[in-house]
């Protein structure tokens, strides 16, 4: 007999004939879509995005505005009007440098953390223009939010590359300073539509 196995059947004969008290808790009730909306509103803007709810039709409108006349890179697959707006095709460093703005579509959305996943898709375009412009516009859908991380996993293909947002891009130096848009957009603006 191993120890393993002694250890085991000391613990298994104390326990023989007792059965412990324990309350289990409630399974948790699923969160309805509106739940999961307002938890992923709240949950962005804890991280100092700025959150903007609209319906389908002033979709344009309201990017336009979140632009605030800011020239804006977009992916080729937007499929948007976003006017004055320069379409990736590949454009340089230097050239996403002088670009104020990014305006991309998100995966998914994910309510617990306030976190969005790009997979860069045609409507997300490459990983560089969502890094490299000072404001990223990123629309969500509504339907597109999930309550958790493992729903968004269970959504993302692993073979894509994913960029997770949660909030703008920020880091703090040894005296706990925060500093924001040092390696991404100084400011994530959310465009959540539905």
Same mark, same amino acid.
């Given at each position: 007999?191993?120890?393993?196995?002694?250890?085991?059947?000391?613990?298994?004969?104390?326990?023989?004939?007792?059965?412990?008290?324990?309350?289990?808790?409630?399974?948790?009730?699923?969160?309805?879509?509106?739940?999961?909306?307002?938890?992923?509103?709240?949950?962005?803007?804890?991280?100092?995005?700025?959150?903007?709810?609209?319906?389908?039709?002033?979709?344009?409108?309201?990017? !336009?505005?979140?632009?605030?006349?800011?020239?804006?890179?977009?992916?080729?697959?937007?499929?948007?009007?976003?006017?004055?707006?320069?379409?990736?095709?590949?454009?340089?460093?230097?050239?996403?440098?002088?670009?104020?703005?990014?305006?991309?579509?998100?995966?998914?959305?994910?309510?617990?953390?306030?976190?969005?996943?790009?997979?860069? !898709?045609?409507?997300?375009?490459?990983? !560089?223009?969502?890094?490299?412009?000072?404001?990223?516009?990123?629309?969500?859908?509504?339907?597109?939010?999930?309550?958790?991380?493992?729903?968004?996993?269970?959504?993302?293909?692993? !073979?894509?590359?994913?960029?997770?947002?949660?909030?703008?891009?920020?880091?703090?130096?040894?005296?706990?300073?925060?500093?924001?848009?040092?390696?991404?957009?100084?400011?994530?603006?959310?465009?959540?539509?539905?």
């Amino acid at each position: 007999m191993s120890a393993r196995d002694e250890i085991l059947g000391r613990v298994r004969s104390a326990l023989d004939g007792v059965s412990p008290a324990v309350d289990l808790p409630a399974a948790p009730r699923a969160p309805d879509r509106g739940d999961l909306v307002a938890l992923f509103d709240e949950r962005v803007a804890d991280y100092r995005a700025v959150v903007t709810r609209c319906a389908a039709a002033d979709l344009e409108a309201t990017v !336009a505005e979140a632009l605030g006349g800011a020239r804006a890179v977009v992916p080729p697959g937007l499929g948007l009007e976003v006017p004055g707006s320069v379409v990736d095709d590949g454009l340089t460093a230097a050239e996403l440098d002088a670009i104020d703005a990014v305006v991309t579509r998100a995966r998914v959305g994910i309510a617990e953390t306030g976190t969005i996943v790009l997979d860069h !898709a045609p409507d997300q375009g490459r990983r !560089a223009i969502s890094l490299v412009p000072d404001l990223h516009v990123c629309i969500v859908d509504a339907s597109q939010v999930v309550a958790d991380v493992p729903d968004a996993i269970a959504l993302l293909d692993p !073979a894509r590359p994913t960029t997770w947002i949660s909030g703008p891009s920020a880091t703090s130096d040894i005296e706990l300073d925060r500093v924001e848009g040092v390696h991404g957009p100084r400011t994530l603006h959310v465009v959540l539509v539905g």
